[in-house]
């Protein structure tokens, strides 16, 4: 992905590259799906919108916005869009989350539906497939070639007699597990309530005697990726274990999981295919434990990327007026690895319909341009030297960003913005006043007080912009009118003209 950066009125795109790139979800969708997709999304993250906007955005016209407002309140009655005083705007539901947006738009395409089937193998040929799925022989081809395109750049092949995935196989796997997380299906989707339990009491207690520590996701990843592991098994696809130095469940537990698996899918666990389905760990692409990654490191491949991830660490170390501690720089390293282990070199990364990554670089863009913007140039950098894929740029920024504590505030300091404070408060209100700008507002300016100042001085300072508390003054840069009690208003405005400054002067 390259980033494209517009400054004055904030804002920041990711725009796919046109010669392949990375795979999508949303590349799965039709024009109208996504449409609507994107319209539900403007509403929910920007706020109230006028027509004129919502067409600008979608690239619709008035009557096709309008039937798609009717569509959706008719699938989607929690979400309501509603308009007032010719805005626009979304109302939710009680207890509902926005995910449930994109749990009914990969259901809804035919493209998606297609991927799913594919992972169980039932079908034989397009004629199968297109009769499982109540389609036309016709419009299963054409969906079907879709998918193709898609999976391609992941390196995954697509074979037609029988219907089948092949290559990188924990590509595959991860795929899977990002596919059915996002569509919020557990293992209910495919067992029953005790053959759920069982299963996830095997997998559980895996990770607890080994002494994985607990994060909820990466639990739920375990599990997820522990059946679709079974199911890829049970057709004979297999990741080989690069170490067994593992303890697996024995006794009870053991024998339910087992039964689980026999009764729903005719597998009988055994110690290799245990091993296998939890790949992610016998495998070392999820790293938990100092002694997990001291075993990993005496994998040459593991320890080569491990290195050159540690590389990276340093390039994003000299960044920091602060440097990073040696835990630090481990955990980051661990982080990466974590992140990028299960792709080859020449593989992007895999996008699915929600947009986390994106989301938390355009707010952290918003606060301070230059940490993103510098961050992943010099990552980008990084990676045409190695010969990585490109797209590994947003994923890494967003992970050194996110990952380093207080990263705004240890970024090395560039150019600086000179702002005046001009008010006609007490000394303790203007004190009080001063602090708060400083602790509210995020980004790189010094507030200069007027009251500090001769009047024969304030002339020759050199200054970017001015906030006032009282009449407006007239010293030919940008001036902000603001009350003595900042409200959310007033502070949205000063961080705007914050960041406004920092955008033009770098």
């Known amino acids: 992905m390259s980033f494209f950066f517009t400054v004055g009125a904030f804002f920041v795109t990711v725009e796919k590259r046109a010669r392949g790139g990375t795979m999508d979800l949303r590349a799965l969708l039709g024009n109208t799906l996504k449409r609507q997709l994107m319209l539900l999304e403007a509403l929910h993250t920007k706020g109230e919108r006028t027509s004129e906007e919502l067409m600008a955005e979608l690239d619709c016209s ?3 916005l309008l039937n798609d407002i009717r569509f959706i309140a008719q699938e989607l009655p929690a979400f309501a869009i509603e308009k007032h005083k010719g805005f626009y705007h979304l109302k939710l539901a009680e207890q509902t989350d926005f995910g449930q947006v994109y749990r009914w738009a990969l259901a809804q395409s035919p493209e998606c539906q297609i991927l799913e089937v594919l992972l169980y193998e039932h079908c034989e040929n397009i004629a199968e497939l297109a009769k499982q799925l109540f389609l036309s022989f016709s419009k299963t081809q054409r969906a079907l070639k879709r998918v ?28 899977y597990y990002r596919y059915f997380q996002e569509r919020q299906l557990g293992l209910s989707h495919l067992f029953s309530e005790l053959e759920a339990r069982d299963i996830t009491l095997f997998v559980d207690q895996f990770l607890e005697q080994n002494g ?14 522990f059946v679709i592991s079974m199911w890829r098994i049970k057709r004979g696809h297999r990741i080989a274990p690069k170490r067994r ?23 009988k666990l055994s110690e290799r295919k245990a091993q296998d389905a939890l790949w992610l760990h016998y495998h070392d692409e999820l790293i938990f434990s100092a002694d997990h990654l001291e075993q990993a490191l005496t994998d040459p491949i593991y320890h080569r990327r491990f290195q050159w991830h ?5 390039c994003f170390d000299q960044l920091l007026q602060t440097p990073l501690s040696g835990t630090e720089r481990e955990r980051l390293t661990v982080l990466l690895q974590n992140a990028s282990f299960l792709y080859p070199a020449a593989c992007p990364p895999l996008d699915v319909l929600r947009r986390p990554r994106q989301d938390f670089l355009s707010v952290v863009a918003q606060m301070d341009l230059q940490a993103v913007t510098g961050t992943y140039q010099m990552i980008a950098a990084f990676l045409a030297d190695s010969g990585w894929h490109p797209d590994f740029g947003e994923l890494y920024t967003y992970l050194l960003l996110s990952g380093t504590s207080e990263v705004l505030l240890r970024l090395k300091q560039q150019t600086s913005s000179q702002i005046l404070l001009v008010s006609d408060l007490t000394p303790t209100v203007e004190f009080f006043l001063l602090e708060q700008i ?10 200069l007080i007027q009251s500090h100042y001769q009047e024969s001085d304030l002339s020759q300072l050199v200054i970017d912009a001015v906030i006032t508390t009282g009449p407006d003054t007239d010293l030919g840069v940008p001036t902000l009118v603001i009350d003595p009690a900042l409200s959310p208003a007033t502070i949205a405005k000063l961080q705007q003209l914050v960041n406004h400054l920092s955008n033009h002067k770098n």
């Open 438 to 447: 400083q602790r509210l507002i995020y980004g790189r300016y010094q507030l």
């Open 245 to 267: 130095t593992f303890q697996l469940p024995e006794g009870k537990t053991w024998t339910n999981c087992s039964q689980a698996l026999q009764a729903r899918l005719g597998l």
């Open 62 to 64: 008035l009557p096709v």
């Open 212 to 225: 994985f520590r607990y994060q909820r996701i990466f639990v739920e990843r375990a599990r997820l990726s």
């Open 310 to 314: 540690r590389q990276l660490i340093d």
């Open 148 to 175: 193709e395109q898609e999976l391609q750049k992941l390196m995954i092949q697509l074979h037609y007699r029988p219907l089948r995935l092949g290559g990188s196989e924990p590509v595959i796997r991860h795929l």
